[in-house]
């Protein structure tokens, strides 16, 4: 059983559409990570969200945690060849624990 | 530049070799980890450790084992490599298990068995 579900799994956009990534459990996380990994690299993480109903801002990415902490976003508006990438999100179910990956969402950005 | 350097981006070995990945850290970091990486399974934990000589299992520990002397130096041995073994293995380390621990990974090796 996957506990953290990823969709879509597959992306493919034009440069400058706006895109929305899910991230969602039946389990509540005590915090959520979004990581992105370029092909031959390890994953970098974007963001850390840790309150339930938390918004946070990188650039033109925003990431949302869900109120009851078991579902989070990543919404990019007007997505640029750069953004393309692995998008892994992670959570630990207790503080203290391991992180917890999904599958992730590979995003294709054509110009 | 703090980093995870994993000695090998590839390897090529043998079914029944003994395999060692290696894994240092600069960061003074408490935690290291161990991740296999799969198309469609995402990343899965084989093995973390929290402390030198203290290790735990992950999600897939069966034909692996690893050993942390050191506090930067991580290493994963695959006792007898077979070939569903061939995969991206990841190192990662991290600062505590502190809510919202940050991970730093390392480039991945990519190991083939053949």
């Known amino acids: 059983t996957q506990l953290l579900e990823q969709s879509p799994q597959f992306l493919s956009i034009q440069e400058g559409e706006n895109l929305t990534v899910y991230c969602n459990s039946s389990?509540?996380?005590?915090?959520l990570q979004w990581y992105r990994q370029e092909p031959g690299e390890g994953p970098v993480l974007l963001v850390t969200?840790?309150?339930?109903?938390e918004v946070k801002k990188l650039k033109r990415l925003t990431f949302q945690f869900g109120d009851a902490r078991k579902d989070s976003s990543l919404h990019i508006t007007a997505a640029q060849t750069g953004d393309t990438g692995l998008y892994l999100c992670?959570?630990?179910?207790?503080?203290?624990?391991?992180?917890?990956f999904g599958k992730g969402t590979t995003l294709s950005v054509s110009s | 530049d703090v980093k995870v350097t994993q000695s090998s981006r590839y390897l090529v070995k043998r079914t029944g070799e003994k395999v060692f990945l290696e894994c240092v850290q600069d960061?003074?970091?408490?935690?290291m980890f161990w991740y296999r990486q799969d198309p469609g399974l995402g990343l899965r934990l084989i093995y973390f450790?929290?402390?030198?000589?203290?290790?735990e299992k992950g999600d897939i520990p069966e034909g692996y084992s690893v050993s942390r002397e050191k506090k930067e130096r991580f290493s994963l041995i695959l006792e007898s490599a077979s070939t569903n073994q061939t995969s991206m293995y990841l190192c990662?380390?991290?600062?505590?298990?502190?809510?919202?621990?940050?991970?730093?990974f390392g480039q991945g090796t990519r190991l083939t068995v053949v």
């Open positions: 990662a380390s991290s600062l505590s298990f502190q809510l919202g621990g940050k991970l730093i």
């Open positions: 450790s929290y402390d030198v000589k203290m290790k």
């Open positions: 389990s509540v996380f005590s915090s």
């Open positions: 969200v840790v309150t339930g109903g």
């Open positions: 992670a959570g630990a179910r207790q503080a203290g624990t391991a992180l917890i």
């Open positions: 960061m003074d970091h408490e935690n």
